[in-house]
């Protein structure tokens, strides 16, 4: 059965930093490509950005330079590092691989 569990989201004050985790079962992250999401109260699903299976990143313009995606193969693990956090920031983040998606991680990004 395929899975993905979020978590690291929490409350943060801008400008800082917080890593969000994706573990992923079922299948292997090395070889997909694995997109991050999030939805903001009252907004549309906004896509952030995506690792490819060469390793290869990109990033939805106002995240680029804040926002970086990693993976760990071993732990079959994919990463959202986020900093320079903003308010605009605050949303729940997902992980999506092909139409499978988790059930998402709180942000909050607020003084």
């Known amino acids: 059965e395929v899975q993905l569990v979020e978590s690291g989201g929490g409350l943060v004050q801008p400008g800082g930093s917080l890593r969000l985790s994706c573990g992923a079962s079922?299948?292997?992250?090395?070889?997909?490509?694995m997109s991050w999401f999030r939805q903001a109260p009252g907004k549309e699903s906004e896509w952030v950005g995506a690792?490819?299976?060469?390793?290869?990143?990109n990033y939805e313009a106002a995240m680029k330079g804040r926002f970086t995606i990693s993976r760990d193969d071993a732990k079959n693990t994919v990463y959202l590092q986020m900093d320079n956090l903003k308010p605009e920031d605050t949303a729940v983040y997902y992980c999506?691989?092909?139409?499978?998606r988790g059930q998402g991680t709180q942000v909050t990004v607020s003084s």
């Open positions: 079922g299948f292997t992250v090395t070889r997909s490509v």
């Open positions: 999506q691989w092909r139409s499978v």
């Open positions: 690792i490819y299976s060469d390793g290869d990143t």
